[in-house]
Nanobody, 114 residues
Framework: QVQVVESGGGLVQPGESLRLSCAAS????????MGWYRQAPGKQRELVAR???????NYADSVKGRFTISRDNGKNTVYLQMNSLKAEDTAVYYC????????WGQGTQVTVSS
């Protein structure tokens, strides 16, 4: 079973930045497509960014140009750099394989508010 630990969330003002980290277990990490998901209150969880084992990234239209996903296969870690944050980015952010495998971690809360 995949285990992940997300970190790096917090409370920021609109326009500011945050960098999320996700440490994942499992020897298949370096071969897997990884993704960052988010779930806002009252909404379904959505995939916002994904990255292949080779580093090719794709983004949801809502975050394109503002978020950057990256990975360090040696550390089994995936990152999400979030710039120019907006109130609508407020959510709990999770990482998982794409498609998701097993359960979800505890997530990390991102709150964007003035």
């Amino acid at each position: 079973q995949v285990q992940v630990v997300e970190s790096g969330g917090g409370l920021v003002q609109p326009g500011e930045s945050l960098r999320l980290s996700c440490a994942a277990s499992g020897s298949i990490f370096r071969f897997a497509v990884m993704g960052w998901y988010r779930q806002a209150p009252g909404k379904q969880r959505e995939l916002v960014a994904r990255i292949t084992s080779g580093g090719t990234a794709n983004y949801a239209d809502s975050v394109k140009g503002r978020f950057t996903i990256s990975r360090d296969n040696g550390k089994n870690t995936v990152y999400l750099q979030m710039n120019s944050l907006k109130a609508e980015d407020t959510a709990v952010y999770y990482c998982n394989y794409v498609p998701p495998v097993g359960g979800w971690g505890q997530g990390t809360q991102v709150t964007v508010s003035s």
